[in-house]
Structure formats: structure tokens, C-alpha cells
């Protein structure tokens, strides 16, 4: 089973691109905080996620996400390879967004629990430009 979730802050704003037939890529990354007690102590990490979302995903994403802003995912991993121009090998482990839920920002009066999924659907393989 390859399924991720994930809850965090935006890094940075979505940056938007389009594959030649047209359908829209969004990259983002998200932060995410964990806590934990260490012998007395409490400590914290924090770990940094690359995010992709393809198609209706990636527009909402390029429409409502900003920078700061809170954030559940859910995906799967994708391992990406490549060479580079110095025949040296390259590869990268990331995240392709399945669905986002838009959470209130901090101080937001919204009704409910202001959360808004959005179920976006992913390409085939072949049809992803990298």
C-alpha cells in the first residue's frame, strides 16, 4: 500500500506550470512539526515534504494556497530518477497530492470544521512531463 497523509504549514506559494496537453502541475512544499519528550526534555523537528498535484488539484492549489497557510494531504510517494548533463545519477523522493483539505487559518470564524476536500484525479504515467 502506498498512501501518505500528511498535516502541515506551506512553505512557499504554489508555483504552476502546464504540461504540453495542457493539464496543469502544481509544486509545493509543506512543513510538518513533531514533538516529542527526549528523557525530561521536549524537543521538536521539523520535517520538509516537495508536494505535486496534477489536473482540478493543482489548480485549487494554485488558486487557494499561500504561504503559512495549514494544510492536510493526502497521497502517495513517487521516486523520481533521473541523470544528470555529468552522467552523474539523481533521485528524489516526493509526494503527489491525491486530495487537499483546505483548513481555516489561524483567528478564522468559518462554520463547521472548515474544511473543504476536493477529490482531484492523477494522470497515468505517461501523461506526467518530467
Known sequence: ?????LFGNLTRDVEMRYAPSGMAVASFGL??????????EVKEETTFVDLTAFGRTAEV???YLVKGRPLLVEGHLRLRSWETEG???????DVVVDRLHLLPRNGSNGGGNGAKEFDGSIPEDAEIPF
Open 87 to 93: 552522467g552523474a545519477k539523481r533521485s528524489k523522493l
Open 61 to 63: 492549489a494554485g488558486e
Open 31 to 40: 512543513a510538518i512539526n513533531r514533538r516529542y519528550r527526549q528523557d525530561d
Open 1 to 5: 500500500m502506498n498512501r501518505v497523509d
